[in-house]
């Protein structure tokens, strides 16, 4: 799978999982748990909704896959990290274990997406312009 597929893929995964509370925080409740705080799970909702929609933006520029694949990274990173850190817990449902089998995924489909080369032949990740 390119890059810009996965950008498109993800973003619309990050976009309707954030948008899902959002919109209905009702259902979401009744499959992943009440919240004691609405507010913060409608704020979660709108971040992880404004990654998804900047990954799909990403896609129209040159440069864009690399930056969906930062936003996809961190992402997927910080909510498995969350995931896994509070369902043992007993915050969190142990439906939370198959959005942490979701962000694994994601993780893993972008790692195998290697950074493309510069046009001076060395690595686009993580390097500054001159």
């Known amino acids: 799978m390119p890059a ?21 925080l009702r259902s979401f409740e009744w499959v992943f748990g009440p919240k ?3 507010w913060l799970q409608k704020t979660t909702g ?12 990403a896609v129209a520029d040159p440069e864009g896959p690399k930056h969906a694949r930062r936003t996809g990274l961190v ?17 969190l449902r142990p439906t939370y274990l198959l959005d942490a089998a979701m962000e694994a995924g994601w993780i893993a489909v972008w790692l195998r997406r290697a950074p493309a080369p510069s046009a001076d032949g060395g690595p686009r990740f993580g390097r500054r312009g001159r």
């Open 4 to 24: 810009a597929t996965t950008a498109v893929a993800h973003g619309a995964f990050n976009l309707v999982g954030g948008l899902w509370p959002l919109l209905h």
């Open 36 to 38: 004691a705080d609405d």
């Open 46 to 57: 709108g971040l992880l909704a404004g990654a998804g929609l900047m990954q799909l933006a």
């Open 75 to 91: 992402t997927a990173a910080t909510l498995l990290a969350v995931d896994l850190v509070y369902v043992p817990k007993g915050r």
